[in-house]
Protein backbone atom coordinates (compact mmCIF):
# COMPACT_ATOMS: atom_id res chain seq x y z
CA UNK A 1 0.00 0.00 0.00
CA UNK A 2 1.30 3.70 -0.70
CA UNK A 3 2.32 5.74 2.10
CA UNK A 4 -0.37 8.14 0.97
CA UNK A 5 -3.02 5.14 1.18
CA UNK A 6 -2.00 4.11 4.33
CA UNK A 7 -1.93 7.72 6.02
CA UNK A 8 -5.36 8.53 4.97
CA UNK A 9 -6.86 5.16 6.56
CA UNK A 10 -4.76 6.38 10.04
CA UNK A 11 -6.43 9.76 9.40
CA UNK A 12 -9.69 8.26 9.16
CA UNK A 13 -9.10 6.48 12.00
CA UNK A 14 -7.93 9.55 14.09
CA UNK A 15 -11.75 11.01 13.38
CA UNK A 16 -13.60 7.87 14.56
CA UNK A 17 -11.27 8.39 17.88
CA UNK A 18 -12.57 11.91 17.84
CA UNK A 19 -15.70 11.54 17.98
CA UNK A 20 -15.34 8.10 20.29
CA UNK A 21 -13.74 9.56 23.20
CA UNK A 22 -16.22 12.40 23.60
CA UNK A 23 -19.13 10.25 24.27
CA UNK A 24 -18.38 7.81 27.08
CA UNK A 25 -21.86 7.52 27.34
CA UNK A 26 -22.58 6.05 24.22
CA UNK A 27 -19.53 4.41 23.21
CA UNK A 28 -18.14 3.37 27.24
CA UNK A 29 -21.35 1.59 28.20
CA UNK A 30 -21.47 -1.99 29.11
CA UNK A 31 -24.64 -3.61 27.88
CA UNK A 32 -27.27 -6.16 29.73
CA UNK A 33 -26.30 -9.94 28.92
CA UNK A 34 -22.94 -8.66 27.75
CA UNK A 35 -19.36 -10.73 28.89
CA UNK A 36 -18.70 -7.60 31.00
CA UNK A 37 -21.97 -6.70 32.75
CA UNK A 38 -21.15 -8.99 35.49
CA UNK A 39 -18.12 -7.40 36.15
CA UNK A 40 -19.04 -4.20 37.10
CA UNK A 41 -19.44 -4.22 40.42
CA UNK A 42 -16.51 -2.51 42.14
CA UNK A 43 -15.18 -5.51 43.68
CA UNK A 44 -11.99 -4.95 42.27
CA UNK A 45 -8.83 -3.10 44.99
CA UNK A 46 -9.65 0.95 45.42
CA UNK A 47 -12.85 0.19 44.15
CA UNK A 48 -12.59 -0.24 40.67
CA UNK A 49 -13.84 -2.13 38.00
CA UNK A 50 -12.78 -3.82 35.38
CA UNK A 51 -14.88 -2.48 32.83
CA UNK A 52 -14.07 0.64 33.74
CA UNK A 53 -10.15 -0.39 33.83
CA UNK A 54 -10.55 -1.20 30.34
CA UNK A 55 -12.29 2.09 28.77
CA UNK A 56 -10.37 4.44 30.97
CA UNK A 57 -6.40 2.42 29.58
CA UNK A 58 -8.10 2.67 25.73
CA UNK A 59 -9.81 6.34 26.06
CA UNK A 60 -6.76 7.86 26.98
CA UNK A 61 -5.17 6.22 24.40
CA UNK A 62 -7.72 7.50 22.32
CA UNK A 63 -7.14 11.14 23.68
CA UNK A 64 -3.52 10.95 22.49
CA UNK A 65 -5.18 9.69 18.93
CA UNK A 66 -7.62 13.08 19.32
CA UNK A 67 -4.76 15.16 20.21
CA UNK A 68 -2.55 14.04 16.90
CA UNK A 69 -5.70 14.84 15.28
CA UNK A 70 -5.62 18.35 16.27
CA UNK A 71 -1.96 18.20 15.02
CA UNK A 72 -2.77 17.62 11.61
CA UNK A 73 -5.56 19.39 10.93
CA UNK A 74 -3.05 22.46 11.42
CA UNK A 75 -1.26 21.34 8.14
CA UNK A 76 1.45 19.95 10.40
CA UNK A 77 3.23 16.50 10.73
CA UNK A 78 5.89 17.01 13.39
CA UNK A 79 7.52 13.48 13.83
CA UNK A 80 8.99 13.66 16.96
CA UNK A 81 5.94 15.02 19.17
CA UNK A 82 3.93 12.00 17.20
CA UNK A 83 6.16 9.63 18.73
CA UNK A 84 5.24 10.86 22.35
CA UNK A 85 1.81 10.54 20.99
CA UNK A 86 2.06 7.00 19.67
CA UNK A 87 3.54 5.65 22.59
CA UNK A 88 0.81 6.84 25.10
CA UNK A 89 -1.06 4.84 22.58
CA UNK A 90 0.35 1.79 21.84
CA UNK A 91 0.30 1.10 25.69
CA UNK A 92 -3.10 2.15 26.78
CA UNK A 93 -4.50 -0.60 24.08
CA UNK A 94 -2.25 -3.33 24.97
CA UNK A 95 -3.31 -2.86 28.55
CA UNK A 96 -6.82 -2.84 27.11
CA UNK A 97 -6.37 -6.16 25.14
CA UNK A 98 -4.44 -7.78 27.87
CA UNK A 99 -7.70 -7.23 30.36
CA UNK A 100 -10.37 -8.41 28.18
CA UNK A 101 -8.42 -10.97 26.37
CA UNK A 102 -9.41 -13.77 28.83
CA UNK A 103 -12.41 -15.80 28.40
CA UNK A 104 -13.19 -16.33 31.68
CA UNK A 105 -13.90 -13.83 33.91
CA UNK A 106 -11.45 -15.19 36.78
CA UNK A 107 -8.41 -14.92 34.39
CA UNK A 108 -9.63 -10.99 33.60
CA UNK A 109 -9.81 -10.28 37.04
CA UNK A 110 -6.12 -11.59 37.80
CA UNK A 111 -4.68 -9.52 34.62
CA UNK A 112 -6.49 -6.49 36.51
CA UNK A 113 -4.72 -7.20 39.28
CA UNK A 114 -1.56 -7.79 37.87
CA UNK A 115 -1.74 -3.84 36.05
CA UNK A 116 -3.11 -2.57 39.57
CA UNK A 117 0.38 -4.18 41.38
CA UNK A 118 2.35 -1.79 38.80
CA UNK A 119 -0.10 0.86 39.27
CA UNK A 120 0.13 0.94 43.03
CA UNK A 121 3.66 0.53 42.72
CA UNK A 122 3.50 3.83 40.59
CA UNK A 123 1.05 6.28 42.71
CA UNK A 124 3.96 4.87 45.98
CA UNK A 125 6.62 5.91 43.50
CA UNK A 126 4.66 9.30 43.19
CA UNK A 127 4.73 9.95 46.94
CA UNK A 128 7.72 9.24 47.58
CA UNK A 129 8.84 11.72 45.46
CA UNK A 130 6.18 14.72 47.14
CA UNK A 131 7.89 13.41 50.37
CA UNK A 132 11.17 14.28 49.53
CA UNK A 133 10.46 17.62 47.85
CA UNK A 134 8.72 19.03 51.10
CA UNK A 135 10.64 17.04 53.44
CA UNK A 136 7.48 15.66 55.70
CA UNK A 137 5.37 12.95 55.40
CA UNK A 138 2.52 13.34 52.94
CA UNK A 139 -0.79 13.36 53.76
CA UNK A 140 -2.39 10.78 55.70
CA UNK A 141 -5.44 10.18 53.63
CA UNK A 142 -3.18 10.19 50.44
CA UNK A 143 -0.73 7.59 51.62
CA UNK A 144 -3.40 5.37 53.07
CA UNK A 145 -4.55 5.14 49.93
CA UNK A 146 -1.21 4.47 48.14
CA UNK A 147 -0.98 1.70 51.19
CA UNK A 148 -4.10 0.13 50.44
CA UNK A 149 -3.86 -0.31 46.73
CA UNK A 150 -1.28 -2.27 47.32
CA UNK A 151 -2.37 -4.43 50.31
CA UNK A 152 -5.75 -5.00 48.45
CA UNK A 153 -3.99 -5.82 45.30
CA UNK A 154 -1.50 -8.02 46.82
CA UNK A 155 -4.11 -9.91 49.25
CA UNK A 156 -6.47 -10.16 46.14
CA UNK A 157 -3.92 -12.01 43.75
CA UNK A 158 -3.12 -14.79 47.03
CA UNK A 159 -7.06 -15.48 47.08
CA UNK A 160 -6.82 -15.92 43.63
CA UNK A 161 -4.02 -18.29 43.62
CA UNK A 162 -1.01 -15.93 42.44
CA UNK A 163 2.56 -14.52 43.25
CA UNK A 164 1.20 -11.05 45.26
CA UNK A 165 4.26 -9.36 43.69
CA UNK A 166 2.45 -10.75 39.81
CA UNK A 167 2.28 -7.81 38.03
CA UNK A 168 2.56 -6.89 34.17
CA UNK A 169 5.70 -4.71 32.74
CA UNK A 170 4.82 -2.38 29.74
CA UNK A 171 7.07 -4.48 27.66
CA UNK A 172 5.06 -7.84 28.32
CA UNK A 173 2.38 -5.82 27.88
CA UNK A 174 3.76 -5.30 24.05
CA UNK A 175 4.70 -8.56 23.99
CA UNK A 176 1.22 -10.04 25.13
CA UNK A 177 -0.40 -7.46 22.03
CA UNK A 178 2.03 -8.24 19.64
CA UNK A 179 0.28 -11.77 19.06
CA UNK A 180 -2.67 -9.52 17.66
CA UNK A 181 -0.68 -8.14 14.82
CA UNK A 182 0.87 -11.51 13.59
CA UNK A 183 -1.61 -10.38 9.80
CA UNK A 184 1.00 -8.00 9.19
CA UNK A 185 4.30 -8.66 7.36
CA UNK A 186 7.72 -9.05 8.94
CA UNK A 187 7.84 -9.61 12.93
CA UNK A 188 5.21 -7.63 14.77
CA UNK A 189 6.53 -7.90 18.11
CA UNK A 190 10.06 -6.56 16.78
CA UNK A 191 8.40 -3.78 14.94
CA UNK A 192 6.85 -2.82 17.59
CA UNK A 193 9.74 -2.80 20.36
CA UNK A 194 11.18 -1.14 17.97
CA UNK A 195 8.37 1.75 17.62
CA UNK A 196 8.57 1.36 21.72
CA UNK A 197 12.69 2.15 22.04
CA UNK A 198 12.30 5.10 19.38
CA UNK A 199 9.47 6.62 21.17
CA UNK A 200 11.34 6.01 24.92
CA UNK A 201 14.36 7.48 23.30
CA UNK A 202 12.10 10.88 22.24
CA UNK A 203 9.98 11.15 24.96
CA UNK A 204 13.21 11.64 26.91
CA UNK A 205 15.07 14.32 24.36
CA UNK A 206 17.78 11.58 23.71
CA UNK A 207 20.24 13.26 20.53
CA UNK A 208 20.28 9.82 18.88
CA UNK A 209 16.59 10.09 17.76
CA UNK A 210 17.74 13.20 15.63
CA UNK A 211 19.96 10.23 13.40
CA UNK A 212 17.82 7.77 12.75
CA UNK A 213 16.51 8.79 9.66
CA UNK A 214 13.03 9.25 10.69
CA UNK A 215 12.16 13.04 9.15
CA UNK A 216 15.06 12.34 5.85
CA UNK A 217 13.23 13.42 3.14
CA UNK A 218 9.88 15.25 2.22
CA UNK A 219 7.63 11.54 2.39
CA UNK A 220 5.31 13.16 5.38
CA UNK A 221 2.97 10.86 4.39
CA UNK A 222 5.24 8.08 5.10
CA UNK A 223 6.89 9.45 8.18
CA UNK A 224 3.49 9.42 9.47
CA UNK A 225 2.65 6.37 8.73
CA UNK A 226 5.79 4.88 9.83
CA UNK A 227 4.76 6.73 13.33
CA UNK A 228 1.61 5.44 13.67
CA UNK A 229 0.53 2.51 11.78
CA UNK A 230 1.35 -0.03 14.36
CA UNK A 231 -0.51 1.91 16.98
CA UNK A 232 -3.53 2.13 15.45
CA UNK A 233 -3.63 -1.31 14.37
CA UNK A 234 -3.74 -2.18 18.02
CA UNK A 235 -6.15 0.30 18.85
CA UNK A 236 -8.48 -1.06 16.18
CA UNK A 237 -7.88 -4.42 18.12
CA UNK A 238 -8.95 -3.18 21.25
CA UNK A 239 -11.91 -1.26 19.83
CA UNK A 240 -13.03 -4.59 18.58
CA UNK A 241 -12.51 -6.38 21.20
CA UNK A 242 -13.81 -3.96 23.61
CA UNK A 243 -17.29 -3.67 21.46
CA UNK A 244 -17.56 -7.43 21.33
CA UNK A 245 -17.28 -8.07 25.34
CA UNK A 246 -19.40 -5.11 26.37
CA UNK A 247 -21.81 -6.22 23.49
CA UNK A 248 -22.07 -3.60 20.88
CA UNK A 249 -21.61 -3.94 17.15
CA UNK A 250 -18.49 -2.60 16.13
CA UNK A 251 -19.49 1.16 15.23
Not at 8 to 25: G, K, S, Y
Request: with cysteine.
Amino acid sequence: MRSEDSAALIREAFDAWAVRITDPERFGAVLPGSVLAAQQAPDLPGERDLPKMAWRSMANAGEHVAAANHVIATGSVLVKPFLTLARTTMIGAARTLYLLEPDEPDQRCIHALRLLRTESKDVDRLIGVWEAEVGRPANPDLRKLADDLRTETENALIQMGENPRSEMADAALLSHAAKRLSHLPGDPLARLMELWNFSSGNAHARTWTWDMGLERGKDYAGQFARVWSLPMYLMDEAWELWNERRGATRT
